[in-house]
Nanobody, 114 residues
Framework: QVQVVESGGGLVQPGGSLRLSCAAS????????MGWYRQTPGKEREFVAL???????TYTDSVKGRFFISRDNAKNTVYLEMNNLRPEDTAVYYC????????WGQGTQVTVSL
């Protein structure tokens, strides 16, 4: 059974940082690409970042240079380091494991506000 669990969200001021974690079980993690997405009310879920099994990374333009995705295969965990956060980054962040599958976590709320 596949389980995907995100954590690390919270309230942060503009310019601040957060690190999200996504622990996945029930998949062959080391050969799986992993993705982060986000969603705000009334909008479709949008792609944020991807890391391949060979550690190649891809980002949506709005987060390039501010967000960094990484993975620890020994812990079956993928991370999203978010720096210089902006109010428009406010969303529920979801992990897709493996990327392109129908397996998602429950999401973690990130709120960027004064």
């Amino acid at each position: 059974q596949v389980q995907v669990v995100e954590s690390g969200g919270g309230l942060v001021q503009p310019g601040g940082s957060l690190r999200l974690s996504c622990a996945a079980s029930g998949i062959v993690f080391s050969i799986s690409a992993m993705g982060w997405y986000r969603q705000t009310p009334g909008k479709e879920r949008e792609f944020v970042a991807l890391i391949s099994s060979t550690f190649r990374t891809t980002y949506t333009d709005s987060v390039k240079g501010r967000f960094f995705i990484s993975r620890d295969n020994a812990k079956n965990t993928v991370y999203l380091e978010m720096n210089n956060l902006r109010p428009e980054d406010t969303a529920v962040y979801y992990c897709n494991a493996p990327h392109g599958s129908n397996w998602w976590g429950q999401g973690t709320q990130v709120t960027v506000s004064l």
